[in-house]
């Protein structure tokens, strides 16, 4: 019984990871059709704000990371998306490549290609003990602070007038126009959104490795992209609920996969994947059945 | 024709090109404050592309569009609809994943006053009553009619000088686009100016204070009704069936 409770807390954990990287892509791709790997980019970034700022308090390396972050992504937009809205899909896709290439380039530059120190507090490192059941404290805050931002961020789109404005324009940008709503603000908006997300990820992510490096965004944005197709790549529950199936599967493989089996993990993963897409190709969730958002 | 106002949309030497293709190829027309004005054709006439123009969805390639004596053309959709325009496109948009309520607020994005838009919501409701039954009600579900009405109320939330109908009657049982046409001329009652495009030739130009004739991307002809012809002559001009008059 110890053991089903520990596996589904390291499991819910690693789907909390996972949504995050998933709902950070899914938010550009629902308004703008872009599959932004730059997202990768953010994340490097904001874990070396979290390095450079290693002697500050936690609340103002939190701050100055999250600040960071959404200036990057909005810089990006304004910079490199702008000038090619409504361009074809793999324009898209490739312009977001070449910036992500340029900035982990830009890092290496900066910060050396070796690993770099960029510590959380001691207090991290603890366990919540809950009789035999150990929760790394960092696992906790995972779970808790993607909780609140899957929360408030769904309050957000259903109750506000500007979530309403994101959730026109990500069923039908052209339609939310022409109804007045200001193009440039709602994708300035989602990229603000993805800049946060991109933020937490890097600030929860740190507190497991320790260190960073040039490449350190390209793993999550990968189990990203790939737990958002899972999901549905235009619905943001669907990114949420691909980000928890991906990441629960895999904790579940690690645990309960025998262990000459285990090294391989990742490739009965993607197998499961690869069954779930030919089955579904639009992923779990897809936007004719239901809301996209 | 005397013109003793100046229009409230004039439309100058129109062109519009869609890659090598141009749709639209020196269209002019206007409307008067207060006037209904139709716009028929066939199908590929120009008359979703011209709307298009005007409504700011696509960029002009030559000639002029202005409102209230001042060029609008080039302008983004989302300022487009700030000067007093209102599209409703052809196949109606309807925002499926919003309520009906939201579809119009979404309607008002551009009004700041929220009481005003307190007041157009409530009329739009006294208007459309089923509209009002149906507020919270996810649009996808309301029925060809219903969303056509959706439409139409969600694009005079924006409180509209001018309205831009296209194809309002299309897919609809003949019981309901009655009731799309009564709508029209209560509107135009209200002082509401609307440019109408329709494949309902003879009923959209019977309705209209003037009407344009488009085929193949130019006006053909253009008056009052009683000048192009009442019915039957009017549908032949319009299926094309007589040889092409410049105006
Ligand atoms: N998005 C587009 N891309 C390329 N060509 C287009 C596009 N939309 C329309 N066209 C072409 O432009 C021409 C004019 O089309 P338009 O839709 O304006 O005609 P219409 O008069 O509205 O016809 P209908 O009565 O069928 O709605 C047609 O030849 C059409 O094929
Ligand atoms: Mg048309």
């Known amino acids: 019984m110890t053991a089903l409770i520990q596996a589904a807390l390291d499991a819910v954990y690693l789907g909390s990871l996972f949504a995050l990287y998933a709902l950070g892509v899914a938010m550009i791709f629902g308004i703008m059709r872009l599959i932004n790997f730059a997202h990768a980019s953010l994340i490097t970034v904001g874990a070396y704000a979290m390095a450079v700022t290693a002697n500050l308090p936690l609340v103002l390396r939190i701050l100055v990371t999250v600040a960071v972050c959404v200036l990057l992504a909005l810089l990006l937009e304004f910079v490199a998306f702008r000038g090619l809205r409504g361009a074809d899909p793999a324009t898209l896709l490739v312009t977001s490549f070449a910036v992500s290439v340029l900035l982990t380039a830009l890092c290496e530059a900066t910060f050396g290609s070796l690993p770099k120190a960029s510590p959380l507090d001691d207090w991290f490192q603890l366990s919540w003990v809950f009789g035999s059941v150990y929760v790394p404290t960092l696992n906790g ?71 960073v490096t040039p490449i350190f965004g390209l793993a999550p944005v990968l189990y990203g992209l790939i737990a958002a197709v ?8 669907g990114a949420v609920l691909g980000g928890f199936a991906l990441g629960i599967t895999s904790q579940l493989l690690q645990s309960f996969l025998p262990g000459d089996l285990r090294p391989f993990r990742d490739a009965f993963l993607f197998a499961a994947v690869f069954l779930l897409l030919v089955v579904r190709p639009q992923g779990l969730i897809s936007p004719k059945q239901g809301e996209r958002i | ?22 749709a639209v190829r020196g269209v002019s027309l206007y409307v008067q404050p207060g006037e209904i004005v139709a716009v028929v054709g066939p199908n590929g006439a120009g008359k979703t592309t011209t709307l298009s123009a005007v409504a700011g969805l696509l960029r002009p390639r030559g000639g002029t569009i202005a409102f209230h004596g001042r060029s609008i053309d080039g302008e983004k959709p989302e300022d487009v609809v700030r000067r007093g325009i209102a599209l409703v496109r052809e196949g109606r948009h309807i ?5 009906v309520e939201e579809n119009l607020l979404l309607g008002a994005t551009c009004r700041p006053d929220r009481e005003q838009v307190r007041r157009s919501l409530d009329e739009q409701f006294s208007r459309f009553p089923i509209l009002a039954e149906r507020r919270s009600q996810h649009a996808g579900y309301l029925s060809g009619g219903e969303q056509q009405q959706l439409a139409i109320a969600r694009a005079l939330m924006s409180s509209p000088q001018l309205l831009l109908l296209d194809e309002p ?5 003949p019981r309901i686009v009655d009731g799309v046409f ?28 003037r009407a344009y004739v488009m085929g193949t991307g130019r006006v053909t002809r253009s008056g009052t009704p009683e000048a192009l012809g009442e019915g039957g002559g009017m549908a032949a001009e319009y299926l094309g069936l007589e040889p092409e008059v410049t105006p």
Not at chain 1, 146 to 154: E, K, Q, R
């Open chain 1, 141 to 211: 805050v995972t779970i808790i602070v993607t909780a609140l931002l899957l929360i408030g961020l769904s309050l957000f789109l259903a109750k506000t007038r500007w979530g309403t404005h994101m959730r026109a324009a990500a069923e039908d940008f052209t339609t939310a126009r022409m109804l007045g709503v200001r193009a440039n603000r709602v994708i300035m908006l989602a990229f603000a959104i993805s800049g946060v997300l991109a933020a937490v990820a890097a600030i929860l992510l740190v507190g497991t490795t320790g260190t």
């Open chain 1, 230 to 237: 899972v999901g549905g790549l235009s619905s943001l529950r």
């Open chain 2, 1 to 22: 024709m005397t013109e003793t106002t100046r229009p409230l949309l004039d439309v100058q030497d129109l062109t519009v090109a869609y890659g090598t293709l141009t």
């Open chain 2, 95 to 99: 925002l499926t994943s919003l309520t």
């Open chain 2, 169 to 173: 009657s299309l897919g609809l049982a």
């Open chain 2, 182 to 209: 009564e709508t029209i001329v209560a509107l135009r009652e209200d002082g509401l100016s609307i440019l109408l495009v329709e494949q309902n030739a003879t009923r959209a130009v019977e309705m209209s204070d």
